[in-house]
């Protein structure tokens, strides 16, 4: 199965978190979050300037910038 | 002293809710020392047992990286509360208990109180409480804190594990990391190193975390384990990076989580509905987000909030001006015309009633902030503004200080400055409370009025609106340049929870309003009389021989000093004015005020301004020697100013440009320097605004006259 930035992922598309890049304070914020390897996210949808994106994980709704998004790897279907 | 307790949980989750069932009114809000998080505290009695409830500020988790995570777990290893309560919400459980866990590494007595059992059933989650207490070893009570539901048994809880310590809870985290703490902790134990307030496994774990704050206080306290510690770090982090391709800090995490995961996977909890089914708060968020009903939608409440705060809190304002006028009026008839009688009303009333005026619009402001915050709009609109908001150095939640502010003409920069409060990013919250003071507040308005009326009646409606543009860009490039600048550093994230929907109480919305507009009027109002008086004397003394009767100060709004039409006396008190520090500070400015075309007069009415803006209306009548001048209707002062020497359309531009960017109102610099918990930041944004306003207002005369010859 494809890996691909978070960022890359369509509205309602689902994956499994295979990786996160960051470090540092956005690593930690990222992972505090549940944003962690092996999560399942769905993307609900994006801001009307298409940034930042609204995501499911754990059963609540996460927000994240885009440039964010680039720094988690995402397993989809 | 009773039972101390911490209250702590994720954003959210419940805490304010609980807490406010715990204490209800007996609460008492006050900040952490020497930061400006917020610390709520508050008693409460259940049977014979009494309870010292403290909240902490809402964390997601204990890091070093924000500033209420640190004061989160400093206050637990300082003040060692009997027990910490940590509010978890059921419906959310998996991250939830992340808070958990790591209150459990620190080895303190820890229960949970699960909350929104009644949005979890809703949801079709089913959580076994039994289960959950004894794989945690810690209790567990079930509560709906928006009824009150399970108060008593939390309280009877607590009151029977209160110093019975729970173990420290000790997570695997795969054999590399668990040997590297192994052998830390060993050394740690033996150095005693900082374990007089921490667990040794804590500590190693920190340094694999590569926490500030503990690896300072290793630095200080025994340099030689701390390059020892950060060595094995070093080494195991080089050791992951090889071979996983991963790093200590990144693994901890993800194994806190696979420890819960595992927890749960216990028969914990169960699912008996689609865990992909639409919530509720999703079907809303189709459309208060969507790519054009979203934005729309955002303007009309913006619109909303704006006329509730402004329109309904007239009544109220039209009430207190009333009685501080009808006072004024009495102080009038009792004393007799001096020295004494200029003090208590320009001074002392006016700066109480300048005071006390702010105060319905604090109230109406919060109330319909609290109320979008509670309902969980504002993280909504937070979400859809970033974009824009990035691009200058702020966060999506700046909007909402800017609006209130006079983002639309007419706000009030003292409540905006508070609105910031709603952003928790430091940056962009500080950056925010600089700039907001360029909206068109109210006070403004007046000014605009009488200059545009003056020499562009024209094209009043296209000038006002030039006047917002050039509010708003201007404000957006300040903090461009402030965030590039003195507030430099990188965008904190936005990670950010959009909470579900949620219809907020009563009680949590009149409390939070109170206990926010007493802060004002406590905290700020002592300062706000002090410097009223202050501008007063600046205005008066040293007097004329000759004006002992004349009152030419007219500090404040309540112009109700004695009304003199007789012109001999108006020209006493354009001369008292001039004569006083005011008037000579005013005139010792003019060479340099006359680059920007101010003559004297104007620059002892924009001293005035400093007071309060309108003010400037009313002390450019005094010293034009017209007398009292009504800021709401200044059609005399208008004519006088379009046949004054010196004076036209490009004078009174460069005037508009300098109202718009000069130092804030007074009131606004101590609700500054309160906010951004610093006398630092009040003075610079006096000093960097009047500069700024002054380089404006320069380069547009000086530009405008070369043009115009």
């Not at chain 1, 979050?33 to 709704?61: C, H, N, Q």
């Not at chain 2, 954003?11 to 609460?27: D, H, I, M, Y």
């Not at chain 2, 910031?420 to 500080?430: D, F, G, M, N």
């Not at chain 2, 004695?562 to 060479?591: F, N, Y």
Request: aromatic residues 8%; charged residues 20%; contains cysteine.
């Amino acid at each position: 199965m494809p890996y691909i930035q978070l960022r890359q992922m369509q509205v309602n598309q689902t994956g499994i978190i295979a990786g996160i890049k960051a470090r540092g304070e956005l690593g930690t914020r990222l992972r505090d979050m549940g944003l962690v390897p092996g999560k399942e996210i769905r993307i609900l949808g994006k801001a009307p300037l298409y940034d930042p994106v609204s995501l499911r994980i754990m059963g609540f709704t996460l927000t994240l910038r885009n440039n964010e998004a680039d720094h988690i790897l995402v397993e989809v279907n | 002293m009773g039972i101390a307790i911490a209250l702590a949980g994720n954003p959210n989750s419940g805490k304010t809710t609980l807490f406010n069932v715990l204490t209800g009114a007996r609460q008492h809000v006050g900040n952490y020392p020497g930061v400006t998080v917020e610390k709520k505290q508050g008693r409460c009695v259940s049977g014979s047992d009494e309870f010292h409830v403290v909240d902490l500020p809402g964390t997601y988790s204990l890091s070093a990286y924000s500033l209420e995570e640190v004061v989160a777990r400093d206050f637990i290893v300082k003040e060692q509360p009997a027990m910490v309560v940590n509010i978890v919400d059921a419906s959310n459980l998996e991250r939830n208990l992340y808070l958990t866990l790591q209150f459990m590494e620190m080895g303190i007595s820890v229960c949970i109180a699960l909350n929104m059992m009644d949005v979890a059933k809703k949801r079709g989650i089913d959580i076994d409480i039994a289960k959950l207490s004894s794989l945690l070893g810690l209790p567990v009570v079930p509560m709906v804190a928006r009824t009150g539901k399970g108060r008593d048994d939390l309280l009877k809880i607590v009151a029977d594990h209160a110093k019975t310590r729970t173990r420290s809870l000790k997570i695997s985290y795969g054999r590399d990391i668990d040997e590297a703490l192994d052998e830390m902790v060993e050394k740690i134990s033996s150095e005693h190193f900082l374990t007089d307030r921490y667990l040794p496994r804590w500590v190693a774990l920190k340094y694999l975390e590569n926490d500030v704050q503990i690896l300072e206080m290793g630095k200080e306290q025994n340099p030689q384990m701390d390059t020892w510690l950060s060595s094995v770090t070093r080494k195991l982090t080089h050791h992951l990076d090889t071979t996983l391709d991963t790093h200590p800090e990144g693994m901890i995490a993800d194994q806190r989580y696979g420890f819960i995961t595992s927890i749960l996977k216990q028969g914990v909890m169960t699912c008996t509905r689609d865990k992909n089914r639409i919530e509720t708060s999703d079907k809303i968020d189709k459309i208060v987000t969507h790519r054009f009903l979203g934005p729309m939608l955002m303007v009309a409440v913006l619109m909303g909030l704006y006329q509730f705060t402004f329109a309904y809190s007239a009544v109220p304002v039209g009430w207190c001006e009333g009685f501080f006028g009808w006072l004024a009026g009495r102080v009038d008839g009792l004393l007799s015309d001096g020295l004494l009688k200029s003090l208590v009303i320009s001074g002392i009333i006016d700066g109480v009633g300048g005071v006390l005026g702010f105060v319905p619009l604090i109230m109406f402001m919060f109330l319909g902030i609290s109320f979008l915050e509670d309902t969980g709009y504002l993280a909504r609109m937070a979400f859809m503004l970033d974009r824009i908001f990035r691009l200058f150095g702020l966060h999506g939640a700046s909007v909402m200080a800017f609006i209130v502010s006079g983002g639309i003409a007419g706000g009030c920069a003292v409540p905006g400055v508070m609105a910031a409060r709603t952003l928790k990013s430091p940056k962009e919250r500080l950056a925010t409370l600089l700039t907001v003071p360029f909206m068109n507040c109210g006070a403004k308005l007046p000014v605009y009025a009488l200059l545009v009326a003056a020499f562009f009646s024209e094209n009043q409606a296209r000038v006002m609106f030039i006047i917002t543009l050039i509010s708003w860009v201007g404000a957006l490039l300040v903090a461009k340049l402030l965030r590039s600048t003195v507030i430099q550093g990188p965008a904190t994230p936005f990670v950010m929870e959009l909470p579900p929907y949620r219809l907020p109480t009563f009680k949590g919305l009149a409390i939070h309003t109170w206990e926010r507009t007493w802060q004002y009027i406590k905290k700020a109002g002592t300062v706000i009389l002090g410097i009223s008086i202050i501008l007063w004397a600046m205005m008066t003394f040293p007097r004329l021989d000759t004006a002992i009767t004349a009152d030419p100060a007219q500090v404040g709004t309540q112009q109700a000093a004695a009304r003199q039409t007789d012109e001999e006396k108006v020209d006493q008190a354009s001369a008292a004015l001039r004569h006083s520090i005011a008037g000579r500070m005013g005139t010792a400015m003019e060479p340099v005020t006359r680059l920007a075309g101010f003559d004297w007069q104007t620059n002892i009415a924009l001293v005035g301004g400093f007071a309060a803006k309108e003010v400037v209306v009313s002390t450019l009548g005094t010293a034009y020697s017209l007398g009292d001048v009504d800021p709401e209707d200044a059609g005399s002062l208008s004519e006088r100013l379009q046949s004054a020497p010196g004076w036209g359309p490009i004078t009174a531009f460069s005037l508009i440009l300098f109202t718009i960017f000069y130092s804030p109102c007074f009131v606004a610099v101590v609700c500054i320097a309160k906010e951004a918990g610093s006398w630092k930041w009040g003075a610079f944004s006096m000093a960097f605004n009047t500069l700024l306003a002054l380089g404006v207002s320069i380069a547009f005369f000086q530009t405008a006259t070369w043009i115009m010859s």
